[in-house]
């Protein structure tokens, strides 16, 4: 099972919006409504920000949004802030019911 | 407060194993999936695997098929992971973190464990 293929960094300044892709194929993205996504800042613990695609935890800001179309999945994140500042993954659901993380981006906040 | 607290650190040599413990407190262990998710230095998050800890069932990515163990021990709350045959490229930090919902192989990874770092020296 390959990583899930996401852009190395993004950057955008303070409140721009900015898009990160997650590329995967049939068998895992394109299959299941299950892509969640994950912030880790650095020397931390990675922290839940979306789940089942679009669903945001409570606690998270609603400026993070998840989206998805074929083999791709989206996490957008609307009116960037300092703290976005992370790197950010992508995890999804395969057809040999076992998980794959994407590949990580690092987010910077000019 | 709902936890994972994992086991110290460990330092191993080549070709020995480690056994990394995760006790689950302030919640009924047996409702919730664990997965394992290792990070080396400066790397991505890389999938293990998972456990049912209700019935003991388990699925391990196709890499780590053979050489890791993920078990459990429903008197005390807790899941073992353990990896055998150690290389250097197993040196790093080893999460467990807990699916939200209830019952289910995937959704929220809500609950993580503080990390435990395995390092493989000679």
């Known amino acids: 099972q390959s990583a899930l293929t996401q852009p190395a960094s993004v950057s955008g300044s303070p409140g721009q919006s900015i898009t990160i892709s997650c590329i995967g194929t049939?068998?895992?993205?394109?299959?299941?409504?299950?892509v969640s996504w994950y912030q880790q800042h650095p020397g931390k613990v990675p922290k839940v920000m979306i789940y089942?695609?679009?669903t945001r935890p409570s606690g998270v800001s609603n400026r993070f949004s998840g989206s998805k179309s074929g083999n791709t999945a989206s996490l957008t994140i609307s009116g960037l802030q300092a703290e976005d500042e992370a790197d950010y993954y992508c995890i999804s659901y395969t057809s040999s019911s076992t998980l794959v993380f994407g590949t990580g981006t690092k987010v910077t906040v000019l | 407060q709902v936890q994972l607290v994992q086991s110290g650190a460990e330092v191993k040599k080549p070709g020995a194993s480690v056994k990394v413990s995760c006790k689950a407190s302030?919640?009924?262990?047996?409702?919730?999936?664990i997965h394992w998710v290792r990070q080396a230095p400066g790397q991505g998050l890389e999938w293990m695997g998972w456990i049912n800890p209700k019935s003991g069932g388990t699925n391990y990515a196709q890499k780590f098929r053979g050489w890791v163990a993920v078990t459990r021990d429903t008197s005390v709350s807790t899941t073992y992971m353990e990896l055998s045959r150690l290389t250097s490229a197993d040196t790093a930090i080893y999460y467990c973190?807990?699916?939200?919902?209830?019952?289910?192989?995937?959704?929220?990874?809500?609950?993580w464990g503080q990390g435990t770092m395995v390092t493989v020296s000679s």
């Open positions: 302030e919640y009924t262990f047996t409702d919730y999936y």
């Open positions: 049939s068998s895992d993205v394109g299959g299941y409504n299950y």
């Open positions: 089942d695609v679009s």
């Open positions: 973190a807990r699916v939200n919902g209830g019952n289910k192989i995937t959704g929220a990874l809500d609950i």
